[in-house]
């Protein structure tokens, strides 16, 4: 006892096993703190470090070597997908001049702030009272003007009958909520034409007996959404996104397929030149994605469809090999100004970026613990808006008053009014590039809120 650390665990009602650092009574876990300087690591900033050990730790990090190694392959490309913070010749083409009509001449200016929740919260309350319904009034006009038409396609197809009936390897993870969203978006894939069903999945030789002999999935987490593609439609040749590393991977499975070829490719999608990966070059593929959080839905649009800063020059290039796309978008909050795909579209809204940050705040209320799941949908939910009226403020009420006076069913109605706006854009971007594109929503809000489904085809693959 008298080696360990002395720092009492109440929960296993002993002290910690570790041994304690010279001259101290506890290990190197519970050491108090220093009060010196702690910054972020440069090369994985989820960890911090004092200022003056930074030298010899960055000489040492335990992510180094991983990041060389990325650094050396073909297919990384820094902020390739990044995007720019500020389009001046569209805002100059638009005649848009700071934050538009939406925000007083005598109000800060909100450019500076940052993108992490609390800044994006402090834009909305710095808002006066009159500003903030009128911003209000600007998403109820632009939703019923441009999300009217968002359709139910809750599809069951019989291609993912052995999944539906749980007829897979029980080591494989199943949660009916996660097999109902994937055999989702697989159905409106195949009902869309880009998926063809083999009728035998795995017994299927090649993959162009669906049409689509390789699959990228993006933010791939363990690779089930693919697992159950490979299972189900025979797909030969699969590559995995995901800069994060995770256990019980569906990985060791799409091993033992026959013939199947697996890569997975640990990197962030803004870095990802999809181009020059080697092994995927010369043939069609699928781009898919569930649940993309917030910027990566754009990222991955970017990384596939093309709109890049090279030398401050612009290019666009569609990758001709690109045969359709699937994408379940979540987490508008996150959303940034810079990696947004059609600022334009927004800018011809009336929507700068100061009014975006507030907008995507807004979307935090669609899914937040305080209503629970039994929301009525989106369209069935506007008499809740109308509702809002600013005589619940009182005169010296500010915008975080009138909010605390909204109802949680009109605080999410407004969240889900916003995520549906923020994803037309990435429609109509879409659309611009010459895909096929439709936005759904792909299963009830009772399974997922997060229920939307962005779904393109190439037109020049038939």
Partial sequence: METRCKFWLPKKKRFCANVPLNDSLFCGNHTARSDGEWIPCPIDPSHSVLSENLEGHVRRCPLLKQVESLTNQPFYQKGINAGKEDDHDEIESLGVDG??????SNEPELGA??????????????????NFYKLVEKIESVH????????????????????????????????EKHVMQQVSILGNLED???????????????????GVPAVVEFGAGRGYLTQMLADCYGIKKVFLVERKSYKLKADRSLRQKERLILQRLRIDIEDLNLNAVESLRGGQYLAIGKHLCGPATDLTLRCCLGEHL??????????????????????????????????????????????????????SWAVDADHGANLPDVTDCRPHLE????????????????????KAVERAVLGFM???????GRLMWMK???????????????????????IGRCTNHS
Avoid at 99 to 104: E, F, Q, V
Avoid at 157 to 173: L, Y
Avoid at 327 to 347: P, R
Wanted: a negative charge; one cysteine or more.
């Fill in 144 to 175: 019923e003007s441009l999300c009217k038409d968002i359709r139910d396609s809750y599809k069951v197809t019989e291609a993912c009958g052995m999944w539906i009936k749980r007829e897979v390897d029980r080591k494989i993870p199943f949660q």
């Fill in 387 to 406: 509702s809002i009226e600013r005589k619940q403020c009182g005169i010296d009420d500010g915008v975080e008053d009138c909010v605390r006076n909204m």
């Fill in 310 to 363: 090279q030398s401050n020059i612009e290019w666009r290039s569609v990758n001709p090999n690109l045969r359709g796309l699937a994408i379940a978008t979540c987490c508008h909050h996150l959303c940034q100004w810079k990696h947004y795909i059609n600022k334009k579209y927004l800018l011809e809204l009336g929507i700068s970026k100061e009014v975006f940050h507030a907008i995507t705040w807004f979307t």
């Fill in 99 to 104: 934050p538009g009509d939406l925000a007083s």
């Fill in 113 to 130: 702030l940052d993108i992490v929740s609390e800044m994006k919260r402090n834009a909305v309350y710095s808002m006066t009272v009159p």
């Fill in 192 to 210: 869309f034409g880009v998926l063809k069903n083999s009728e035998g999945g795995e017994r299927a030789d090649s993959g162009d007996g669906n």
């Fill in 432 to 454: 611009e590039r010459g895909l096929e594109a439709e936005f759904v929503k792909y299963v009830p809000s009772s399974v997922s809120p997060e229920n939307h489904l962005l």
């Fill in 418 to 424: 916003c995520k549906q706006i923020i994803d037309m």
